[in-house]
């Protein structure tokens, strides 16, 4: 069974400018959650899709964050200017739950985003 | 917000050891969880445990869960280099209809050969 892929594995940018990750889940899986973990942290909800529908993003910046996840299959992340504190690997995990309640979450490598 | 939270921060052990990790946690859950992330590696799922269990084993690992104190304990028996690691334990509240996964901070394991 293949895992969840995510691109790129890691990013430099500067500040104000934009980036884009992008994640496929493993096939069937209805969830989807985008993280930010900053080193030394424990990983941080940003957006929740079930299937294509966004149940949870309380926690994303909206001003400067958005998520999409087109036809509920892949999904991409963008970052629009981005700030020195958005530095963090951005973790992508699918679950097959329809409600995540009883299996564990599947996570992608991460992408290292470094804002200079 | 952090539901969980790990203890202790950081545990350095002899190889062939028992290494024990707790977590605590606020709110009545579902399930609750234990991954592990290497150097470098993303987040591997080690364990679920549901709340109306008390104890699962797998492999070297045990998990023991009391919610009548809100705590979880992870025990990795006879340690090797390989478990060097940061231990995380995520819960989903039974009080949230999202069943987010919500993370503690971590416990950073080092086993020494």
């Known amino acids: 069974e293949a895992g969840v892929a995510q691109s790129p594995r890691y990013k430099i940018i500067e500040k104000r400018q934009s980036v884009a990750f992008w994640c496929n889940p493993i096939?069937?899986?209805?969830?989807l959650y985008w993280y930010q973990q900053i080193l030394g942290q424990g990983p941080k909800l940003l957006i929740q899709?079930?299937?294509?529908?966004?149940?949870?993003d309380s926690q994303l910046p909206k001003d400067r964050f958005s998520a999409e996840r087109l036809k509920g299959v892949d999904s991409t992340l963008k970052i629009q200017p981005a700030k020195l504190e958005d530095s963090a690997v951005y973790l992508c995990?699918?679950?097959?739950?329809?409600?995540?309640?009883?299996?564990?979450?599947?996570f992608g490598q991460g992408t290292r985003l470094t804002v200079v | 917000s952090q539901q969980g939270e790990e203890d202790p921060q950081a545990l350095s052990i002899q190889e062939g050891e028992n290494a024990t990790m707790n977590c605590s946690y606020k709110?009545?859950?579902?399930?609750l969880q234990w991954y592990r992330q290497n150097s470098g590696r993303g987040l591997v799922h080690l364990i679920l445990?549901?709340?109306n269990e008390r104890e699962k084993h797998s492999g070297r690992l045990r998990v023991t869960l009391d919610t009548s104190k809100k705590s979880s304990s992870l025990l990795i028996t006879a340690s090797r280099a390989a478990d060097t690691a940061s231990y995380f334990c995520?819960?989903?509240?039974?009080?949230?209809?999202?069943?987010?996964?919500?993370w503690g901070a971590g416990t950073k394991l080092i086993i020494k050969p």
């Open positions: 995990a699918s679950s097959l739950d329809r409600w995540g309640t009883h299996t564990e979450a599947f």
């Open positions: 096939s069937g899986h209805a969830t």
């Open positions: 899709f079930q299937n294509n529908g966004v149940v949870d």
């Open positions: 709110t009545s859950i579902n399930n």
């Open positions: 445990i549901r709340s």
């Open positions: 995520a819960t989903i509240s039974s009080m949230d209809s999202n069943y987010q996964l919500i």
